[in-house]
């Protein structure tokens, strides 16, 4: 198995507890805003940690890093900070079925957007996983039993947000992958994590400069989260560093697709833990989105 493909179920993975997490801080005091700071600002010391770890092992050196790098870092920390904004702004919405259903066309807006910034192609038969992918996306998101309300749903604020937050998305893998490939060297890992150190502190820094500003009680409620705030730090270094570690290997549209097997991983929590019965509908988006996974995987 190719280590993209590694790398990308381990950032899936690691993905799913955060949002978890992130719900979680959600519910309470915090804001969206706010729980998208704690996300950013508990992960960078495991960020530095392991980064700096990593490169004392590996007697690696701290590289050189141009206006290219910065520019592609930067643009793609401003989209990831305004995507997550908008998915936790979500979580309040009724019609989340139907925002995070259009959030999920990350994947084509990523193709789309990489092929014009970067100049990456994709292949017919990556455009073939993307859209079985798209089909099971759409029936594992569908309101359960109810398909009219899924129609109604789109006019919705959670259209908005739900189409937007994939556009950021879309914005954030581009420019991190454009990032990792400005970082001089061969070794894959090492270029994930200086990439990931850089941008994490970054929004870290940026999202506390608002949040004093702006709503400095934010600053307190974050703080007072901290017992659940370290683990969200810690998988969203995790999910980081796998996301990172992907987009130096492979073009970001087959990673976001790869990336969706996140919902299979959600719908084998909710079935095995929360005891949770599975529909026929669903089944048939998890047979079309192993499908789009088999054949990402053939052609990665």
């Known amino acids: 198995m190719e280590l993209w493909i590694v790398f990308t179920l381990a950032a899936a993975l690691f993905q799913t507890v955060r949002f978890m997490l992130q719900k979680v ?6 804001s969206p805003t706010g729980s998208t700071f704690a996300r950013f600002a508990y992960a960078v010391p495991f960020a530095w940690v392991v980064g700096l770890g990593y490169l004392a092992l590996t007697g690696g050196a ?17 989209g990831q900070i305004l995507a997550t904004i908008l998915v936790v702004a979500l979580f309040s919405e009724r019609n989340f079925a139907v925002g995070i259903t259009l959030k999920k066309t990350e994947v084509i807006q990523t193709a789309l957007l990489g092929l014009v910034v970067l100049g990456e192609g994709i292949r017919p038969s990556g ?20 398909a009219q309300s899924f129609w109604r749903g789109l006019r919705s604020r959670a259209v908005g947000l739900g189409l937007a937050s994939g556009f950021f998305f879309a914005v954030s893998g581009v420019g991190y992958r454009g990032a990792t490939l400005e970082v001089a060297g061969d070794d894959p890992f090492q270029r994930a994590v200086i990439a990931l150190i ?38 969203s270094m995790g999910g980081s560093v796998s996301w990172f570690t992907a987009f130096t290997l492979q ?12 919902l299979i991983f959600s719908l084998l929590a909710s079935v095995l833990f929360f005891r949770e019965t599975v529909t026929r509908r669903e089944l048939l988006g998890i047979a079309l989105l192993t499908a789009s996974i088999i054949v990402l995987v053939a052609v990665g």
């Open 251 to 262: 073009n970001a549209a087959y990673v976001f697709a790869l990336g969706q097997v996140e």
């Open 62 to 78: 701290w590289p050189a890093l141009g206006a290219g790098f910065w520019t592609y870092a930067l643009l793609g920390g401003l």
């Open 127 to 146: 455009w073939l996983a993307i859209g079985l992918g798209l089909a099971g996306v759409l029936l594992l998101s569908q309101t359960p039993g109810d």
């Open 198 to 235: 850089c941008v994490n502190s970054a929004q870290a820094a940026a999202l506390a400069a608002w949040l004093g500003w702006r709503a400095p009680e934010q600053l307190h409620a974050v703080w007072a989260a901290r017992r659940t705030g370290v683990w969200l730090g810690l998988t």
């Open 25 to 30: 801080l959600s519910l309470g005091t915090i």
